[in-house]
Protein backbone atom coordinates (compact mmCIF):
# COMPACT_ATOMS: atom_id res chain seq x y z
CA UNK A 1 0.00 0.00 0.00
CA UNK A 2 1.14 3.19 -0.81
CA UNK A 3 1.42 5.69 2.04
CA UNK A 4 -0.96 8.68 0.09
CA UNK A 5 -3.30 5.53 -1.36
CA UNK A 6 -6.39 6.98 0.09
CA UNK A 7 -5.72 10.75 -1.83
CA UNK A 8 -4.92 9.39 -4.85
CA UNK A 9 -7.80 7.06 -4.60
CA UNK A 10 -9.85 10.32 -4.03
CA UNK A 11 -8.35 11.92 -6.77
CA UNK A 12 -8.31 9.93 -9.17
CA UNK A 13 -11.96 8.01 -8.32
CA UNK A 14 -14.02 11.08 -7.64
CA UNK A 15 -11.85 14.00 -8.85
CA UNK A 16 -11.41 15.66 -5.65
CA UNK A 17 -9.10 18.42 -6.51
CA UNK A 18 -7.99 19.07 -2.85
CA UNK A 19 -6.67 15.39 -3.24
CA UNK A 20 -4.88 16.56 -6.29
CA UNK A 21 -3.34 19.62 -4.81
CA UNK A 22 -2.25 18.54 -1.90
CA UNK A 23 -0.44 15.19 -3.38
CA UNK A 24 1.12 17.80 -5.90
CA UNK A 25 2.28 19.68 -2.42
CA UNK A 26 3.34 16.51 -1.12
CA UNK A 27 6.04 15.76 -3.48
CA UNK A 28 6.87 19.43 -4.20
CA UNK A 29 10.55 18.30 -3.05
CA UNK A 30 10.90 16.22 -6.17
CA UNK A 31 10.70 19.78 -8.29
CA UNK A 32 13.64 21.23 -5.47
CA UNK A 33 15.64 17.85 -6.21
CA UNK A 34 15.85 18.22 -9.56
CA UNK A 35 16.20 21.70 -10.16
CA UNK A 36 19.04 21.53 -7.80
CA UNK A 37 21.05 19.26 -9.47
CA UNK A 38 20.73 20.69 -12.97
CA UNK A 39 21.16 24.08 -11.48
CA UNK A 40 24.81 23.53 -10.23
CA UNK A 41 26.17 22.30 -13.63
CA UNK A 42 24.87 25.74 -15.69
CA UNK A 43 25.99 29.66 -15.11
CA UNK A 44 25.59 31.92 -12.83
CA UNK A 45 22.55 33.64 -15.31
CA UNK A 46 19.99 31.00 -15.17
CA UNK A 47 17.60 31.23 -12.23
CA UNK A 48 16.75 28.48 -10.14
CA UNK A 49 13.21 29.75 -9.51
CA UNK A 50 12.75 29.03 -13.84
CA UNK A 51 13.92 25.71 -13.94
CA UNK A 52 11.41 24.65 -10.19
CA UNK A 53 8.73 26.82 -12.29
CA UNK A 54 8.94 24.22 -15.35
CA UNK A 55 9.47 21.90 -12.69
CA UNK A 56 6.39 21.92 -11.31
CA UNK A 57 4.81 21.71 -15.13
CA UNK A 58 6.78 18.21 -15.11
CA UNK A 59 5.10 17.04 -11.50
CA UNK A 60 1.73 17.89 -12.55
CA UNK A 61 1.43 15.77 -15.27
CA UNK A 62 3.15 13.09 -13.65
CA UNK A 63 0.23 13.33 -11.10
CA UNK A 64 -2.38 13.66 -14.22
CA UNK A 65 -0.81 10.66 -15.50
CA UNK A 66 -0.01 8.62 -12.66
CA UNK A 67 -1.76 5.27 -11.95
CA UNK A 68 -1.78 4.24 -8.19
CA UNK A 69 -3.43 0.99 -8.69
CA UNK A 70 -0.18 -0.79 -10.51
CA UNK A 71 2.19 -0.39 -7.36
CA UNK A 72 4.79 1.49 -8.60
CA UNK A 73 6.68 4.27 -7.11
CA UNK A 74 5.66 7.91 -8.09
CA UNK A 75 8.48 9.57 -7.54
CA UNK A 76 10.45 6.99 -9.99
CA UNK A 77 7.56 7.99 -12.79
CA UNK A 78 7.51 11.49 -11.77
CA UNK A 79 11.25 12.64 -11.81
CA UNK A 80 12.34 11.65 -15.06
CA UNK A 81 9.02 13.67 -16.28
CA UNK A 82 10.29 16.55 -13.77
CA UNK A 83 13.20 16.65 -15.37
CA UNK A 84 12.27 16.13 -18.99
CA UNK A 85 10.62 19.67 -18.52
CA UNK A 86 13.19 21.43 -16.95
CA UNK A 87 15.18 20.19 -19.78
CA UNK A 88 13.04 21.23 -22.52
CA UNK A 89 12.81 24.58 -21.42
CA UNK A 90 16.82 25.00 -21.23
CA UNK A 91 16.62 23.24 -25.24
CA UNK A 92 14.39 26.19 -26.01
CA UNK A 93 16.46 29.48 -23.88
CA UNK A 94 19.85 29.94 -25.16
CA UNK A 95 21.02 30.17 -21.72
CA UNK A 96 24.56 30.92 -21.84
CA UNK A 97 25.62 34.74 -21.71
CA UNK A 98 26.13 36.69 -24.38
CA UNK A 99 29.16 37.73 -24.07
CA UNK A 100 30.21 33.73 -23.61
CA UNK A 101 28.10 32.63 -26.43
CA UNK A 102 29.50 35.12 -29.03
CA UNK A 103 33.20 33.50 -27.99
CA UNK A 104 31.96 29.78 -27.91
CA UNK A 105 31.35 30.78 -31.70
CA UNK A 106 34.59 31.68 -31.89
CA UNK A 107 36.27 28.84 -30.57
CA UNK A 108 33.75 26.25 -32.53
CA UNK A 109 34.99 28.15 -36.11
CA UNK A 110 38.45 27.75 -34.87
CA UNK A 111 38.15 23.99 -33.90
CA UNK A 112 36.54 23.52 -37.70
CA UNK A 113 39.45 25.58 -39.15
CA UNK A 114 41.69 23.51 -37.97
CA UNK A 115 39.55 20.16 -38.41
CA UNK A 116 39.99 21.02 -41.66
CA UNK A 117 43.46 21.29 -42.07
CA UNK A 118 44.06 17.80 -42.82
CA UNK A 119 46.69 15.65 -40.42
CA UNK A 120 46.01 18.45 -37.96
CA UNK A 121 45.56 17.34 -34.56
CA UNK A 122 43.57 20.32 -32.38
CA UNK A 123 45.65 21.42 -29.33
CA UNK A 124 45.12 23.81 -26.77
CA UNK A 125 47.91 26.41 -27.96
CA UNK A 126 46.42 26.65 -31.40
CA UNK A 127 43.00 27.54 -30.02
CA UNK A 128 44.73 30.24 -27.93
CA UNK A 129 46.44 31.52 -31.13
CA UNK A 130 43.14 31.18 -33.36
CA UNK A 131 40.91 32.74 -30.80
CA UNK A 132 43.09 35.16 -28.49
CA UNK A 133 41.14 33.18 -25.47
CA UNK A 134 43.25 32.57 -22.61
CA UNK A 135 43.72 28.58 -21.68
CA UNK A 136 41.08 28.98 -18.82
CA UNK A 137 38.51 30.76 -21.09
CA UNK A 138 38.52 27.69 -23.59
CA UNK A 139 38.11 25.17 -21.08
CA UNK A 140 35.01 27.18 -19.17
CA UNK A 141 33.79 27.38 -22.84
CA UNK A 142 34.44 23.74 -23.71
CA UNK A 143 32.29 22.59 -20.27
CA UNK A 144 29.37 24.65 -20.92
CA UNK A 145 29.75 23.92 -24.54
CA UNK A 146 29.82 19.85 -23.19
CA UNK A 147 26.13 20.46 -21.43
CA UNK A 148 24.35 22.03 -24.14
CA UNK A 149 24.93 19.18 -26.42
CA UNK A 150 24.29 17.19 -23.15
CA UNK A 151 20.91 18.92 -23.10
CA UNK A 152 20.51 19.00 -26.63
CA UNK A 153 20.67 14.73 -26.93
CA UNK A 154 18.23 14.81 -23.25
CA UNK A 155 21.33 13.44 -22.14
CA UNK A 156 21.54 13.09 -17.92
CA UNK A 157 23.63 14.96 -15.42
CA UNK A 158 26.50 14.79 -12.94
CA UNK A 159 25.39 13.82 -9.47
CA UNK A 160 22.39 12.23 -10.67
CA UNK A 161 21.76 8.41 -9.32
CA UNK A 162 22.70 5.52 -11.65
CA UNK A 163 19.74 3.37 -10.56
CA UNK A 164 17.46 6.65 -11.18
CA UNK A 165 18.94 6.87 -15.06
CA UNK A 166 18.14 3.35 -15.95
CA UNK A 167 15.13 3.63 -13.87
CA UNK A 168 13.57 6.46 -15.97
CA UNK A 169 13.87 4.26 -18.98
CA UNK A 170 12.73 1.12 -16.97
CA UNK A 171 10.65 2.52 -14.50
CA UNK A 172 7.82 -0.52 -14.18
CA UNK A 173 10.87 -3.19 -14.32
CA UNK A 174 12.79 -1.34 -11.82
CA UNK A 175 9.88 -0.87 -9.82
CA UNK A 176 8.95 -4.53 -9.08
CA UNK A 177 12.52 -4.79 -6.97
CA UNK A 178 13.47 -3.26 -3.64
CA UNK A 179 15.93 -1.18 -4.00
CA UNK A 180 19.06 -3.09 -2.94
CA UNK A 181 17.64 -5.76 -5.45
CA UNK A 182 17.95 -3.63 -8.17
CA UNK A 183 21.00 -1.86 -6.95
CA UNK A 184 22.82 -5.80 -6.62
CA UNK A 185 21.71 -6.48 -10.43
CA UNK A 186 22.91 -3.35 -11.82
CA UNK A 187 26.70 -3.93 -10.04
CA UNK A 188 26.39 -7.36 -12.09
CA UNK A 189 25.57 -5.53 -15.32
CA UNK A 190 28.43 -2.67 -14.68
CA UNK A 191 30.74 -5.82 -14.61
CA UNK A 192 30.23 -7.26 -18.27
CA UNK A 193 30.64 -3.66 -19.22
CA UNK A 194 34.76 -2.85 -21.22
CA UNK A 195 37.22 -2.01 -19.46
CA UNK A 196 37.06 1.86 -20.06
CA UNK A 197 33.11 2.01 -19.65
CA UNK A 198 33.48 0.48 -16.02
CA UNK A 199 36.14 2.81 -14.94
CA UNK A 200 34.09 5.43 -15.95
CA UNK A 201 30.80 4.75 -14.66
CA UNK A 202 33.03 4.49 -11.03
CA UNK A 203 34.44 7.67 -11.70
CA UNK A 204 31.29 9.35 -12.67
CA UNK A 205 28.71 8.00 -10.63
CA UNK A 206 30.60 6.82 -7.18
CA UNK A 207 33.54 8.88 -7.40
CA UNK A 208 31.54 11.96 -8.72
CA UNK A 209 34.40 13.51 -10.27
CA UNK A 210 33.27 15.88 -13.50
CA UNK A 211 33.83 14.86 -17.00
CA UNK A 212 36.68 17.27 -16.99
CA UNK A 213 38.18 15.73 -14.51
CA UNK A 214 37.50 12.27 -16.12
CA UNK A 215 38.82 12.94 -19.39
CA UNK A 216 41.83 14.33 -17.55
CA UNK A 217 42.37 11.01 -15.79
CA UNK A 218 41.54 8.87 -18.30
CA UNK A 219 43.44 11.00 -20.51
CA UNK A 220 40.44 11.39 -22.98
CA UNK A 221 38.53 14.52 -24.61
CA UNK A 222 35.67 16.03 -22.70
CA UNK A 223 33.98 15.07 -25.75
CA UNK A 224 34.93 11.04 -26.01
CA UNK A 225 34.23 10.85 -22.45
CA UNK A 226 30.95 11.69 -23.07
CA UNK A 227 30.30 9.92 -25.94
CA UNK A 228 31.80 6.75 -23.67
CA UNK A 229 28.91 7.65 -20.88
CA UNK A 230 26.02 7.84 -23.07
CA UNK A 231 27.65 4.22 -24.66
CA UNK A 232 27.72 2.43 -21.08
CA UNK A 233 24.53 3.70 -20.22
CA UNK A 234 22.77 2.32 -23.24
CA UNK A 235 24.68 -0.78 -22.42
CA UNK A 236 23.44 -1.12 -19.27
CA UNK A 237 19.39 -0.36 -19.77
CA UNK A 238 19.71 -3.08 -22.99
CA UNK A 239 21.28 -5.76 -20.59
CA UNK A 240 18.88 -4.76 -17.73
CA UNK A 241 15.59 -4.84 -20.39
CA UNK A 242 16.42 -8.07 -21.42
CA UNK A 243 17.33 -9.38 -17.84
CA UNK A 244 15.10 -12.43 -16.61
CA UNK A 245 16.09 -11.52 -13.38
CA UNK A 246 13.52 -8.60 -13.58
CA UNK A 247 10.53 -11.05 -13.92
Do not use: C
Not at 132 to 157: A, C, H, K, M, V
Amino acid sequence: MLLDESLWAKYKNEDDQQAREKIILEHIDLVRYAAGRIMVMLPNNIERDDLESYGIIGLIEAVENFDYQRGYNFSTFALPRIKGEIIDYLRRKDWLPSGMRSQLKKLMQAKNDLKAEKGKKITEKDLVKLTDLDPDRIRTLEYYQNISDNISLSTDFNGVELIEIIAADLEEAVDKLEKEEAVELLAKKIDRLKEKEKLLISLYYYEELTQAEIAEVMELSAARVSQLHRQAVSRLRGMLSRSKEYF
